[in-house]
């Protein structure tokens, strides 16, 4: 915080004070390039459209349905679990579940990272892992009883073990893995707009589905050693800590088509990004599993083609943020003419170091969790902004999401304004406050001297 008496320059990270709008927002139209047949205005007209009247209801029911699912399948999951815990043997399946927790932790606080710019809500990526670690598994399972028969049957005398692992495994596998991601999609399309959450999604779901069947081979290399450590370093060399993120790539593959779709079109935009999506998924998985089959030129392939795909996975997460934070400032400061932003504030929302300021100043006056919501809250509405661009084009079901999106758009704006204004409020507390100390600090001094004065003399 500055020092008391001064008010805080903008480049301190503060949020600037706008009594115009925070009653209402000023009444003055969008610039041209925001308004246009192709996406919504932001006269006074627009900002006072009727809330749709079912959109409560619809909230309310998805807000159950998502409760009820992650009951269910975090109860799928743990008895998943307790089902392979009994199978190999409690102490083996303690002994490798400790194992198995070192690449999930890699993988998730990888995908913390990831998100960090627009963070996903935690009951949605603990949904992912419980249907990634229990019903994709189990799904996988059954499916895959009946797939491999019919390959077989089909392939005359290929190796039944290479038919398993390079065709019917990354079949299977990433197709029970996607339904859960297109379940996500469902459940969570108000908070799923971009190829950065398609990515997280798929690859929450990916390391749960990894964490179950690292425990699987971790336990069954353990018994077939008769307890030996050997054959368990191996596996967990070459899972746990050459490929923790093998799984996690192959879906993301998949999330990012997916994501992408969810941002620049409607349902059936998403069920084909979903299809295409596959194709990579698959052949990434096919290709992973096919190097076992290598032996000693196994490593070879690992350096040459595993470890370069790898970093051309990095590379595009990297890319994928730098747009995230493009698109939110874009998008926010078409808020500008309206009234809900200054100009001053988009930067500091939009950028990482506007944001690392801001939530400085803010921790100067105990309000970092404040100012932190201030930023969540802005960065959705950059999102939201973007769904309602799209679509205001028409399109199958459009006008109903659009209706839908104006009144999470102006949810979310209101919002948004109360954060600010109870942001503001404390920090002219705090800079009170502390005005009041300075000057009670200068008042004893003066009292002091008075005291020590001789008296008058007549």
Not at 180 to 203: C, E, H, K, M
């Amino acid at each position: 915080m500055n020092e008391p008496g001064q008010r805080p320059e903008p480049a301190a990270g503060a949020p600037q004070q706008q009594p115009h709008y925070a009653q209402a927002p000023v009444q003055q139209l969008a610039p041209a390039h925001v308004q246009g047949p192709q996406s919504p205005g932001q006269g006074p007209e627009y900002w006072a459209h009727p809330a749709p009247a079912q959109g409560k209801g619809r909230r309310a029911g998805l807000k159950a349905a998502n409760i009820i699912l992650l009951c269910v399948f975090s109860l799928v999951a743990v008895v998943t679990l307790a089902f392979f815990a009994v199978s190999i043997g409690a102490n083996v399946f303690l002994i490798c579940g400790a194992l198995a927790l070192l690449p999930l932790g890699i993988c998730v606080l990888t995908l913390r990272w990831i998100d960090k710019w627009e963070p996903e809500p935690l009951s949605a990526m603990v949904l992912g892992f419980c249907w990634g670690a229990g019903m994709a598994v189990i799904t996988t399972l059954v499916i895959g009883s009946w797939v491999q028969p019919l390959l077989m049957n089909g392939s005359g005398q290929a190796d039944a073990d290479m038919v398993g692992a390079v065709v019917q495994a990354p079949l299977v596998e990433e197709l029970c893995k996607g339904a859960g991601l297109l379940l996500l999609f469902f459940l969570r399309r108000r908070t799923f707009d971009g190829p950065i959450d398609g990515v997280v999604y798929a690859g929450i779901i990916a390391a749960g589905f990894a964490f179950t069947e690292n425990i699987l081979y971790f336990g069954q290399a353990l018994n077939e050693a008769d307890g030996a450590v050997n054959g368990l370093v191996g596996i967990f060399l070459l899972r746990g800590i050459m490929s923790p993120f093998a799984h996690v790539m192959f879906t993301a593959t998949l999330g990012l088509c997916v994501g992408w779709a969810a941002r620049n079109g409607g349902t059936l935009m998403v069920l084909g990004a979903w299809l295409v999506g596959m194709v990579p998924a698959m052949a990434l998985h096919g290709l992973w599993n096919g190097t076992s089959f290598l032996g000693a030129n196994f490593f070879v392939v690992y350096v040459v083609l595993q470890v370069p795909l790898f970093v051309v996975f990095i590379v595009g997460i990297v890319f994928l943020r730098r747009s995230e934070a493009k698109l939110t400032r874009r998008r926010l400061a078409e808020y500008v003419p309206s009234g809900w932003f200054t100009p001053q504030e988009v930067p500091m929302l939009a950028t990482g170091a506007g944001r690392r300021r801001a939530l400085h100043w803010s921790k100067t006056f105990a309000a970092g969790a404040l100012m932190k919501e201030f930023i969540r809250l802005a960065t959705r509405l950059a999102f939201t902004r973007q769904r309602l661009l799209v679509d205001s084009r028409g399109g199958v079901g459009g006008a109903g999401r659009f209706a839908r999106g104006q009144e999470q758009e102006l949810r979310l704006l209101h919002r948004i304004t109360a954060v600010r204004t109870e942001l503001l409020r404390r920090h002219g507390a705090a800079l009170w406050q502390a005005q009041q100390r300075q000057q009670a600090r200068l008042w004893q001094p003066e009292q002091g001297m008075q005291h020590r004065q001789p008296p008058h003399q007549p």
